[in-house]
């Protein structure tokens, strides 16, 4: 053939193709549920309130236009609490000369098409901290802008069973409203300073934000002393006699978090020493010696290096033993042996164990092998618990962490041999691979959930 | 043999047995110890403070009849610290015209014969709180009220080593003092409004109620300003910007905790639609009213509706699993290789592995087989942190405590194909089933129980 | 040979060998790096500021004398916050007729000599607390004390990657800078009077202070209350509503913490009873006694005596079953089987399994065989936490833990019948003990650690 055909076919397959593929994405996500599953999978009811952009209806109940005073007189009654918090705050008193913002201002005044109001509603006012909030998608995963976006993209959510994914939107419900970290109706920024604005999600594993930075030095003089400090300040060196989660990470309430990221949350191995991350450690280094000598701030961050290399060599480790059972076919049940994702084709084609984070089953660890199982919660638990203890200077929580990675790689050499040696066996003995039978493709669990999900 | 006689036998034997039934119950329950193993087990001496009425005998040291200020007068010097907050109670000053209550009008005058107020001491005068505190009785266990009642009266209790239940036997005193939420001796309710009334019990697995609600968004506030919240307010809509334990539980300070359970503390698999239920369900979203839109209320309770289902159909499938190993002798230690409780005689006479909360076991699974224990942990641990979380609006705790529930059932499933093949291999090989040895009849633990309990 | 020669060979002997040995010693200690490994370990850069005497160096950038007013000239614009911290304590305002202590009075002048204050350098002023701090070396270790000194010579410190020694270093730098409990630059008394001195260090396993503390009863009226209690106070009978650590650990604020441990922080089986011990609960009972009944106080230890026979019931159980498999040769990897210590002479030529504490292999139960580490688990973080929460009267936990005991006795057994029949089956076969490979000898984790510490 010559040439040129082949150019010709080339440009017409991309030209055909490209707009295939974003016009099957465009349907795929323009489903009554969310995300590219929404033709197969419709979130809870609940999560109305947490993506309302997209779900939320208003109730039928009450009719009649209201604004201002009017929503206040009868909620008085009704919810009186959010009516003191409104009352009491800046939102109410906005100054001389300055219009209150009332409910109406951001729920709208017809009662029977009431908003829940979203970033775009704040943004009306806060223009700037909205525009730090979503220029922090640049920065890609994770980071709050993404939280929501990201989460029903990702196949195991429209696969786990909905009752269990609702817990997690909860959080990352973080996108698509702002009282994830400004309660409502209060709103007050000192409240949103402290780091309880941060933690009702950023606690507990993967993520133990919240234990390691109260057991810190930071945290402890936090918690002993926090309560008269002087919250209305803002979060400028020399403000405040230790810092909060927003006093290094949103410096100046800055909304957004992900410019200094060096070791990105710890999910991934990088490279510290990149010109890039040059650049954000000084910036760590900036922030830390607003209260600490430079030269310590930046040992302290090449102990962070130092971690996260001793984290890595275990996880490598345990990634290269996996990666060797796989390559014998010692995993089981093992690829094909459990039902695909939903709407997975290529699993189903091409069924292959994903062993780590770049394979692609990441949080999904949860209808695996038991000795994947131990991988992934080495990962994902052990080893971003001891990030972000080593991250936040919570020492005992560090070596704990570690102590239990060590735990886990212990225990997945001693299951990789006995693999081994029972895959020998089965060799041997039957001339071929042991049956895992279909424990994983079926039974009640699994019934269960395909029935209701 | 003619009709009558059956009549007339039937008769005869029911005005024998009942009778001796409850003789026998009376008479066991009249040993020098404490439930129905009152006769086989006495608990420790500290348990004297937990069942005062029972068990509290006062020191001989100090001779004589005080009252009133002469009580004041010698413990201002030998404990100071309960005198002063004494001295800042309302038993101190209780209003005009109001004569005090003195240490004499609960303790007692002669301090030979010194009481350790229970209940009833406090029921004196406040009787109505007291009534409603006994009337949670009837709502079976668990309750407040039956907490000590329904613990010495368990097997294991009397089984296990006393020095272990002696911790469980702290917070089950609830039932017999009221210190354990009112500490000594301020008594003010403002104190007893805050979680960390409850939290001294309500914390750890199987109830982590206090981690549950610290790290929802409700908790967050509070954390964050509780202690500026004036506290002396009763429990009602408006008086609170987010709610404490009490303020959803014990309404109005309501002292009765019981009547809004729908779920049963997520120890049982309930059908959430009956119309009790409904009842039950239409109170809480009363309370979520005071502050949210019922509508969102209605959906957060469906919510959990939900998650219940999802955790039952975990545990559901891992009983299954169970009951078949059991069905084929798979278990081991199993029944009749391990000893049986104190005065078991149906258990010695009848050896059968009981599997789940229903077949009588409950948080007595600590000396049966592994799989076993997995299955108990997976139920009391995991699935009661689950459905705690869930019902505190934790988010993140809710998908870890369900990343451990698949994690139980994944090990149950895998530890149950061993068992299977090994009980296949061992019947090939022996013709009979493997003999676990007097493990766990005898040695060092079991012995060591059986001569100190 | 005639006796004469015998004693005059032991003299000489002891002449030549006791100095040598103490020069060798001496010799160890004087590389580079710090401890008895000093010649072959040297700790992180970071080190520097936890062991400031050995290891601070100043940095060089900025030159000349300064002191007293000129320090905070510049320091206030550099960093305000720790200005601030200052000009609040008492080191600004010591009353009339004194002179401040500044920044140069810790620091010193040459701004490119400057010093990390070290206990030695407050001593100059503080010299009874001093007195009291180092007097606790006389009870061994653990004691503060000791803390740096204790680790560093560990042959797992120098062991391990570095990394993670570093963070255990964090807090043992308690022995040798004053600033782990007093927080610079503030340093009052009030706050290192609050359980939050403490618990940077004393939380997590294998020390759960904060944990039992803030879940007991005492920790909970801290919890709700001790943010309005005067804290300027002395730790003295009758100033506070409920104890913090330091009320009962640090009576009158002494600096001493050692001097009434009677169960050694639950690490070793101890006879309470002993007439040493006798002395200590008699000193604790009177600590109870400033708020409680002595009786009560008596039977609360008596309590926590027969809590800590049940643990080492279930410890001594556990280590007969090791023992009996290190005898049989069914430990794997065994002695001999992974590498040895650096520096490890002895275990180089006489491999030897080394179980529980005494053994000598303490916490480097890191490279050992699976179920070497459930005993090492099972004493060093359930024992431990059972002893933590049953001294502190957290009920709940002591449950927790004692069922974690329980758990891991029962894994310990059931993997010993295994490796035990696992061990016959072998030498039916082979005649000879299964070879573990050389799994644990080398591979990336054991090779990354070598290259790199």
Redesign the interface.
């Known amino acids: 053939m010559k040439r040129r055909a082949y150019i010709w076919i080339t440009l017409l397959a991309t030209l055909v193709l490209v707009p295939a593929g974003y016009a099957y994405v465009q349907w795929s996500k323009s489903g009554p549920g969310s995300g590219v599953y929404s033709r197969a999978w419709t979130p ?3 999560h ?2 947490w993506d309302p952009d997209r779900f939320y209806q208003s ?1 039928q109940t009450v009719q009649g236009e209201f604004k201002g005073e009017e929503c206040l007189a009868c909620h008085q009654a ?5 009516v ?2 409104w009352r009491a705050s800046r939102h109410a008193s906005p100054g001389p000369g300055k219009e209150p913002v009332y409910c109406s201002s951001c729920h709208g005044t017809n009662h029977q098409a009431l908003k829940m109001p979203t970033p775009k509603v704040c943004a009306q006012c806060h223009e700037n901290r909205h525009a730090e909030f979503v220029d922090e998608k640049r920065f890609g995963f994770p980071s709050h802008a993404l939280a929501m976006e990201r989460a029903v993209d990702a196949k195991h959510f429209a696969d786990k ?4 994914v ?3 939107l ?2 990352h419900s973080v996108a698509t409203k702002c009282d994830s970290c400004h ?1 409502r109706h ?1 709103f007050t920024a000192a ?1 949103a300073r ?1 780091p ?2 941060c ?3 950023h ?3 993967p993520h133990p934000d ?1 234990d390691s930075y109260f ?3 930071h945290g ?2 936090y ?3 926090g ?2 400090w002087d919250w209305s300040k803002t979060l400028t ?6 810092p909060s989660c927003a006093y290094c990470h949103m410096r100046d309430g800055k909304h957004q978090v992900a410019d200094k990221t060096i070791w990105k949350f710890g999910l991934l191995e990088v490279n510290p020493n990149t010109s890039g991350n040059e650049v954000r450690r000084n910036a760590w280094v900036e922030v830390c ?8 701030s930046a ?2 961050l ?2 962070l290096d ?2 996260r ?2 984290a890595w ?2 996880l ?2 345990a990634e ?1 033993v996996l990666k060797n059972l796989r390559s014998k076919d010692l995993l089981h049940p093992g690829a094909g042996e459990r039902p695909p994702y939903p709407m997975d084709l290529m699993e189903r084609l091409l069924p292959h164990a994903r062993i780590g984070y770049y394979d692609g089953q990441a949080s999904a660890f ?1 209808n695996v092998s ?1 000795i994947e ?1 131990d991988y992934f ?1 080495m990962w994902y638990f052990a080893n971003l618990g001891a990030y972000k ?2 991250a936040h ?1 919570d ?6 962490w ?2 239990q990675m ?2 886990a ?3 997945i ?2 299951r990789a ?1 006995a693999l081994e040696e029972q895959g020998e066996a089965e060799k041997n003995a039957l001339g071929r691979r042991h049956d ?2 279909p ?2 493709l079926e ?3 699994t019934t ?2 395909r029935d ?1 999900n």
Chains 1, 2, 3 share one sequence.
């Open positions: 809870e009811p609940v109305a309130y109730v009704v919810t009186p609490g959010i003191k918090d069973p909905k009752a269990e609702a817990s997690c909860q959080c309660t209060r409240e402290r309880e604005a933690i009702t999600c606690s507990g594993p919240d057991a810190s030095a402890k003089r918690l002993a002393e309560d008269r060196k020399g403000n405040y006699p230790a010696s607003d209260c600490h000598e430079a030269q310590w040992e302290r090449r102990e130092r971690e290399r001793t060599a275990k490598d480790r290269t949860y038991p199982r919660e203890s080593a200077g020492a005992g929580s560090t070596s704990s570690h102590a060590d735990r790689l212990e225990s050499e001693q041999q895992p039978g424990a994983w039974g009640e669990y269960h959930n209701r």
